[in-house]
């Protein structure tokens, strides 16, 4: 890191001098004061950025959450095996292809299957409905966290094109403190060896954590850049009152919305959701995201008998609304700051299906 940050990515030459040879000090200062006026030009430029880069485009992505349940015990997350008040559910194969189907009628190109750490759903029956879904010609996006290498492999081999696992904090110490049982190190080699399977990969991280830094969220945008992650998440933290941070302060707009635009910047082509939790702690958190370099937005597929209880963090969005109404009314609020829905697949420009 440090000088020529912009350089060493292959910025677009228009990218003005002073945004080329931000230092680290200059880094450092404007995650420390996301709302000053060096952050407000940083998100200018980086919403600059991703017009010249990746268009006017706003990928959707239909999310299914298909199980609750997790063998984990995160200390920010309310799927933790330890939490005792929520409902947990697990969607049959019939019901995630059947909303996975429901999805493709309403103009989505690209599905995400996405659940807690739950060993029931095994490699050869993930497999199955990948291949089924495969078949309505979708894209299909996974994100279930930490599983065996030839799982992975079995699931591209099945169809599968991405896989999103963020590593929430590249500070080593505090992933210890807030995963139990888990280490910072084999996620980064479970995200390595994605890449090497040719999987888009998707990392990111939380911003607001207790205990971060600037110093902490300047390191996870070097860990994302050193993995050339094609997507990045990065959401707010938000405290879930049936977790042991429950009583904590949560990540604020400003702060989430700079790191969107310095990860913009650092990754110039990254699919980089406006994420669910933004919009959930700002009614205009999503349209803020996608004005900072922001180009994906993840509407919810998953059957409204089940999303109250997919509970990572509470005050969730959209919990009332069917999948029609999530569709039209995120469609109005992308046209609404003149920007484009894609009617295509949404893959990394950089990335080929066979390389």
Not at 75 to 86: A, E, S, T
Not at 110 to 130: C, H, K, R, W, Y
Request: proline share 6%; with cysteine.
């Amino acid at each position: 890191m440090g000088q020529d940050v912009a350089n060493k990515n292959g910025f677009n030459q228009s990218v003005p001098q002073w945004i080329q040879s931000l230092s680290r000090v200059k880094l450092l200062e404007v995650i420390s004061s996301p709302d000053g006026p060096l952050a407000r030009q940083v998100i200018e430029q980086a919403d600059l950025i991703r017009s010249e880069t990746m268009g006017a485009e706003v990928h959707l992505r239909g999310l299914v959450e298909f199980s609750n349940y997790c063998r984990n015990n995160c200390l920010y997350c309310g799927l933790r095996r330890d939490n005792r008040q929520i409902s947990r559910y697990r969607m049959s194969p019939a019901e995630i292809i059947q909303a996975a189907e429901h999805g493709a009628q309403l103009g989505y190109k690209t599905v995400v299957l996405q659940s807690g750490e739950d060993p029931a759903f095994s490699g050869e029956i993930m497999a199955e409905i990948i291949r089924e879904i495969k078949k309505l010609g979708l894209v299909v996006t996974l994100s279930m966290g930490e599983r065996e290498p030839q799982e992975y492999q079995l699931w591209r081999d099945a169809g599968a094109e991405r896989y999103l696992m963020r590593h929430e904090t590249a500070d080593e110490a505090l992933y210890d403190r807030l995963h139990p049982g888990q280490t910072l190190a084999k996620r980064i080699f479970l995200l390595k060896t994605l890449k090497s399977l040719n999987y888009q990969v998707g990392t990111g991280f939380m911003v607001g954590l207790p205990g971060q830094t600037a110093e902490t969220l300047l390191a996870d945008l070097d860990l994302a850049r050193q993995l050339e992650a094609e997507m990045v998440g990065i959401g707010p933290f938000i405290p879930h009152p049936s977790t042991p941070l429950g009583k904590d302060p949560g990540g604020t707009l400003e702060q989430t919305c700079i790191m969107v635009a310095l990860i913009r910047i650092f990754l110039p082509y990254a699919l980089i959701p406006a994420t669910t939790a933004l919009g959930s702690i700002s009614t205009l958190g999503r349209e803020s995201a996608l004005r900072a370099g922001a180009n994906v937005v993840m509407p919810n597929l998953t059957p409204r008998i089940h999303r109250a209880d997919y509970q990572i963090y509470p005050g969730k969005i959209c919990l009332g609304e069917e999948a029609a109404e999530c569709r039209g009314c995120i469609t109005r609020r992308i046209t609404d700051i003149g920007r484009t829905v894609s009617d295509g697949p949404g893959h990394h420009p950089k990335w080929s299906p066979g390389s």
